[in-house]
T-cell receptor
Framework: KNEVEQSPQNLTAQEGEFITINCSYSVGISALHWLQQHPGGGIVSLFMLSSGKKKHGRLIATINIQEKHSSLHITASHPRDSAVYICAVNKGGSEKLVFGKGTKLTVNP | GAGVSQSPSNKVTEKGKDVELRCDPISGHTALYWYRQSLGQGLEFLIYFQGNSAPDKSGLPSDRFSAERTGGSVSTLTIQRTQQEDSAVYLC????????????FGSGTQLSVL
C-alpha cells in the first residue's frame, strides 16, 4: 500500500463546478504539499500545509492531522484548471517528499 | 534568475553513454532537490542538498547515479552507462530552506535512452 493515496485518480467536471480532491497518508508528517502539473509538464507548488486551512484565489486546501487526510478544493472550476494535482508529504522531519500518484482533472467548457 | 533553470530540456542518448543534467536554482535558495518522473509513474525523490551539509543520496537508484552541487548553487546530476530504464523526466526543485516551505520546480529534462 502506498504511503500517500489520492482519490479520485481521474476527475471530469463541467466549468463552474466545485471540485474536491482527496489525499490520505499513513505516516507521521511534518508538512503536506499540493502541487499542480500542467500538460506541458511544469510543476507549480500550490500550498504547503502543516495544519488548518489555506486559501489562494479559488483554491482552498485543508488538512486534518488526526485523521491523516487533506483535501484540495477548487471553486468555480475553469478549463484552465485542467491539470494533474499531486499530494506530497514530508515523513516526520525528513526532507524526502513522498508523492501520491496524482489526480488528473479535466474541466470541460 | 527568475526561476529554477534546467538544461538541457531534452536529451537523447544511446544506451551505455554518460549524461549530465544541470540545475540552476533560484539565487539564495539553500535547499536543492532532484526528482525523477517516469512515464505513467509518480514523482520519485533522488537526492537532496542543503547548504554545505552532506547530501541525502538515499533516493539514488544505483551507483550509476551521482550528483554534486558546486558553491552551494548549481547542481549537476550525472548518470553513467545509461540504461533504457533511466528514460524519464528529471526535475530539479529549490526552496529557501527546505520542504517546510514551498518548492520551486524547474521545467525538467526529458531524458530518452535509445
Amino acid at each position: 500500500k502506498n504511503e500517500v493515496e489520492q482519490s479520485p485518480q481521474n476527475l471530469t467536471a463541467q466549468e463552474g463546478e466545485f471540485i474536491t480532491i482527496n489525499c490520505s497518508y499513513s505516516v507521521g508528517i511534518s508538512a503536506l504539499h499540493w502541487l499542480q502539473q500542467h500538460p506541458g509538464g511544469g510543476i507549480v507548488s500550490l500550498f504547503m500545509l502543516s495544519s488548518g486551512k489555506k486559501k489562494h484565489g479559488r483554491l482552498i486546501a485543508t488538512i486534518n492531522i488526526q485523521e491523516k487526510h487533506s483535501s484540495l478544493h477548487i471553486t468555480a472550476s475553469h478549463p484552465r484548471d485542467s491539470a494533474v494535482y499531486i499530494c506530497a508529504v514530508n515523513k516526520g522531519g525528513s526532507e524526502k517528499l513522498v508523492f501520491g500518484k496524482g489526480t488528473k482533472l479535466t474541466v470541460n467548457p | 534568475g527568475a526561476g529554477v533553470s534546467q538544461s538541457p530540456s531534452n536529451k537523447v542518448t544511446e544506451k551505455g553513454k554518460d549524461v549530465e543534467l544541470r540545475c540552476d536554482p533560484i539565487s539564495g535558495h539553500t535547499a536543492l532537490y532532484w526528482y525523477r518522473q517516469s512515464l505513467g509513474q509518480g514523482l520519485e525523490f533522488l537526492i537532496y542538498f542543503q547548504g554545505n551539509s552532506a547530501p541525502d543520496k538515499s533516493g539514488l537508484p544505483s551507483d550509476r547515479f551521482s550528483a554534486e552541487r558546486t558553491g552551494g548553487s548549481v547542481s549537476t546530476l550525472t548518470i553513467q552507462r545509461t540504461q533504457q530504464e533511466d528514460s524519464a523526466v528529471y526535475l530539479c526543485a529549490s526552496s529557501p530552506w527546505g520542504t517546510s516551505e514551498k518548492l520551486f520546480f524547474g521545467s525538467g529534462t526529458q531524458l530518452s535512452v535509445l
